[in-house]
């Protein structure tokens, strides 16, 4: 690979790592062709960009890219695929999926929203992550229990004094 190729695979996924935000870093050594191809295939129906690249550039890239990566560094060993997604839970299920039907990929880290996660026993906890609209929505779903609660109090106490003010009116 010339210099000039080299650099433009740092900037392209320098560019991806900043654009998603969220990504992982797998071993997809020794999987032939077909199967590459069907993980391929399955990134792309579950909106994930898959990208197979040196450790090397993969280093430079995170260097150049903002934020911190250096904890990412020490894992860039042997073969290593990046998977790029907007929501931080998506890939580990897609690997999951995935390992029904083998021992691969096995994931090496992830990257989500500024946190690292080391290790493919890490699997599961990335799998059950909730998207930032997840979260919000519960959220917003919180804050308007309370409300609700006052209201329908407020309804409730509200005929049940109309009921006490008639009650009085005819014993007057």
């Known amino acids: ?10 900037l392209a996924l320098k560019g991806q790592i900043e654009e998603y935000g969220n990504f992982y870093i797998t071993d997809t050594a020794d999987l032939n062709v077909a199967k590459i191809n069907d993980v391929r295939r399955k990134c792309f129906d579950s909106d994930i960009k898959m990208q197979v690249a040196k450790n090397t550039l993969i280093q430079k890239a995170m260097e150049a890219a903002e934020g911190d990566f250096s904890e990412l560094y020490a894992i860039l060993k042997g073969s290593s695929s990046i998977l790029f997604s907007k929501s931080g839970s998506a890939p580990a299920k897609l690997i999951k ?24 026993h890490q699997l599961e906890t990335l799998a059950n992550l909730k998207s930032k609209e997840e979260l919000v929505g519960e959220i917003i779903g919180l804050l308007q229990s309370p409300v ?13 004094l109309a009921g006490i003010v008639k009650t009085l009116q005819e014993r007057g």
């Open 97 to 120: 999926q995935l390992r029904k039907e083998g021992d691969k990929p096995v994931l090496k880290a992830a990257y989500i929203d500024a946190a690292v996660f080391i290790g493919d």
């Open 148 to 160: 609700k609660n006052v209201l329908s109090g407020l309804q409730s106490g509200g005929n049940k």
């Open 1 to 10: 690979m010339r210099k000039e190729e080299k650099r433009d695979v740092v």
